[in-house]
């Protein structure tokens, strides 16, 4: 299926004969959004002023939601549909150099399956000395099998969208063709929830470790506390090393060793003239 975009620039002349206008830069801007409506902006520079309301335009399909504005000031229109097309024609009474055109359309679009096809026409009936197409696709979308025509367009991103950018000397007719797809197309709707469920798990899971920890810890004395958080650290361990770390008599170390063995807590083996402490908790 085929979508023509036709815009044609006619003037009048005081003398009364009808002439082409010459365009000296024609900027075209396709906006795709995820709805997959397209906001198309026309701008065109006229070599030379031009009067307003002698101006007509002809596009291809429903659009909606048009704006026209001349050198920057908003500008009256009419428009006329017809079966496929629809025009549009300036009423005011202004010589302009610069005419910008915006509107909506929805008939740029054509799906393939999962991917989505963007394919327009576009003709100004004569040569401009330059023309530049700028298109971009939805957010969250990127370029399918890096098809798209011409070749020669630029493809950029400003971090969220993907832009493609052409341009073009002496041209009046092109087509633009651009296939997309959705960047996460194979995303699974139940990960971000499963990994929400870990990670509340693991809060819940060290809080109740601390918790109890805390608890544990009730009945020690802080020197006592010191050597437990030593021992968690270093699970293996010579007595002798402990009283150094610490300045803790060996006595006072042995009353400790003791206290923790009828607990559990470690298993102490003779070696030599001092004790292998043996973390167990």
Sequence with gaps: MKRLLVVLFVLAAISSIVTAVDISEYKIN???????????????????????????????GDIENIVV??????????????????????????????????????????????????????????????????????????????????????????????????????????????????????????IPIIISLIIVMLIVYIKLKKRSKEDFMKGFSEDEKKVIEYLEKNPIVYQNKIEQEFKFSRAKMTRISQKFEAKGLIEKRKKGRTNKILYKK
């Design 69 to 190: 504005n001349g050198d920057e000031n908003k500008l009256n229109f009419n428009t006329e549909k017809f079966d496929s097309s629809t025009k549009i024609s300036p009423i005011d009474s202004t010589f302009i150099k610069t005419i910008s055109i915006k509107f909506k359309t929805k008939n740029l679009i054509f799906q393939l399956g999962e991917k989505s096809l963007f394919f327009t026409e576009v003709s100004t009936e004569q040569n401009t000395e330059r023309m530049l197409i700028t298109l971009a696709i939805p957010e969250g979308s990127g370029i399918a099998d890096n098809s798209y025509f011409p070749e020669n367009g630029e493809v950029r991103s400003d971090g969220r969208r993907i832009y493609i950018d052409w341009s073009f000397n002496n041209k009046s007719m092109e087509s633009v063709t651009v296939k997309f797809e959705p960047l996460n197309k194979g995303f699974n709707i139940y």
């Design 30 to 60: 396709f906006d795709i959004g995820n709805d997959f409506y397209v906001t198309e902006t026309i701008d065109a520079t006229f070599k030379e002023n031009v009067l307003a309301s002698n101006l007509t335009y002809y596009f291809n």
